[in-house]
């Protein structure tokens, strides 16, 4: 081990990533806890999933969610359930949907992530959040208190929705002030074991997936793995070319920890799952490279493949409509990257 020292929404990259927390709250249900096996369990809400496994020395908690405040619930209902510390935040990769509650922990946890996810929070994070802080925030106020003010001298039926959105983007403004950007504190590179009382924590970083940091959290004795957004359960998937995803290796790593004893699989996104529904998304992944690939082979351009490319097979995933082409276009430019 290395020692290292609509509002929240990802714009899907090529442009600048927004953080915008209001929304996501307004959208997203109140944090949630579940417990999965023995000692572990689910956090679900304002954010991609997360866990925590209790032991009596110390509690070991995977992602951090969307913001601080979700991120001090966190500690709290830690704290209804055991009465050992969190020594240990684990951040699967960078986004801020899995980091943003990193500052909370970092006076009392040593935060831990593989290297790259260090850097990526260090070379995008910080640089968007300022960005979204001083700039593109300010300028989303302006316009939609314009908007408000063009829809109430209107009276228009408009006016209520408007004006919430206005309100959320206000809580949004809010929260980026109090918000610290709080990279990990120690990196590895290949695996790092955590030991707590009897338990054994995994983390393995087995090359570039969604990102080129995704780190896999096995817990051996519970039979569980958190795979981060390596896994979108029923969901279609970011696929972050900014930050080096690679789709041909995401599914070998897939493949990889469809071999280890596992019975319980939590995803990023989506809801908790196993063996049969981490292989319905490999498929997935194979299914869009090979039918990227037969446009690219029939001399189709990028704007004609996005815009006939379908998959009907996994329409009923959440984002079908208004994520695909966007997958799609990740791994068009993928296949032809230095053609």
Known sequence: ?????????????????LLC??????????????????DLYLLVGNGGNGAFLLSSEAVLVVDSKNDPTTASEIVQKVKKLASAPVRYLV?????????????????????????NTRENIIKFDLTRNEESRTSRLPQML???????AQLESQNSPQLQEESQRLEELKRTAEELEQLRITPPSLTFETQCTIYLDDYTVEL??????????????????????HLGDLLFHQVIPYIDVAAG????????ILN???????????PGHGEVTDKAGLEEFINYLADLRQEVKNFIDQGKTLEETKENLRLPKYSHFSGYSSRLPGNVEAVYRELTRGN
């Open 1 to 17: 081990m290395k020692t290292k020292g609509n509002a929240l929404i990802y714009i899907i990259f090529g442009c600048v990533i």
């Open 21 to 38: 927390i209001a929304s996501v709250k307004a959208q997203t249900p109140a944090l949630k806890v579940q417990k999965i096996s023995t």
């Open 91 to 115: 951040n699967t990769h960078y986004h801020g949907d899995h980091t943003h509650g990193n500052q909370v922990f970092s006076s009392t946890a040593a935060i831990i992530s593989h290297q």
């Open 142 to 148: 302006r316009e939609q208190e314009a908007k408000v």
């Open 204 to 225: 393995l970083y087995l090359g570039a997936g969604h990102t080129n940091g995704d780190v896999v959290v096995y817990f051996p004795q519970q039979k569980v793995i």
């Open 245 to 252: 995803a690679d789709t041909a290796h995401w599914i070998e």
């Open 256 to 266: 990889q920890t469809k071999e280890m004893e596992v019975e319980t699989i939590i």
